[in-house]
């Protein structure tokens, strides 16, 4: 009688595991906080990172990387790159991951890039700065840094 509760009882445990590794592997991206998406994942081609996240994406990206370097009171020019760098994400998806940082939030990153005016876009390639836009740069600017880096 008891080796048939215990096989029973295992029996339960393997179905209850079963049923909530299927739900768990079925959570929708839009249910994950926005600064765990990658560039691919954000819902306009420009990801969010923060002081935590930006060393799980940037730095071991194998693409181009460009990090936009905002704060939400930042005005017109702020505005005028963000729409460039969703336009780029749409036009380089796999070849340039594209994520902003929160300069008010994350001190770290910012100060580590010695960010001091806005906007400012800073390329990144293996890890390293290669290159850096600071202020309201016109799109054609972008493209050519790009296709000297990618």
């Known amino acids: 009688m008891a080796t048939v509760t215990l096989a029973m009882s295992s029996f339960i445990i393997l179905i209850l595991f079963h049923t909530l590794s299927s739900s768990m592997?079925?959570?929708?991206?839009?249910?994950?906080?926005?600064?765990?998406?990658?560039?691919?994942?954000?819902?306009?081609?420009?990801?969010?990172?923060?002081?935590?996240?930006?060393?799980?994406?940037?730095?071991?990206?194998?693409?181009?990387?460009?990090?936009?370097?905002?704060?939400?009171?930042?005005?017109?020019?702020?505005?005028?790159?963000?729409?460039?760098?969703?336009?780029?994400?749409?036009?380089y998806a796999g070849k340039v991951d594209f994520y902003k940082l929160n300069i008010d939030e994350n001190p770290y990153i910012t100060n580590r890039y010695v960010i001091q005016d806005l906007p400012t876009v800073v390329f990144i390639k293996y890890g390293m700065q290669r290159d850096r836009l600071v202020g309201d740069v016109p799109k054609a600017t972008f493209i050519e840094l790009i296709q000297l880096s990618i």
């Open 25 to 91: 592997a079925t959570v929708q991206l839009e249910s994950l906080p926005s600064y765990l998406l990658s560039a691919a994942d954000a819902s306009d081609g420009v990801a969010p990172v923060t002081d935590e996240t930006f060393g799980s994406f940037v730095p071991m990206s194998k693409n181009l990387v460009l990090v936009e370097f905002y704060n939400p009171w930042c005005g017109q020019n702020c505005k005028n790159i963000h729409s460039i760098m969703v336009e780029l994400a749409n036009d």
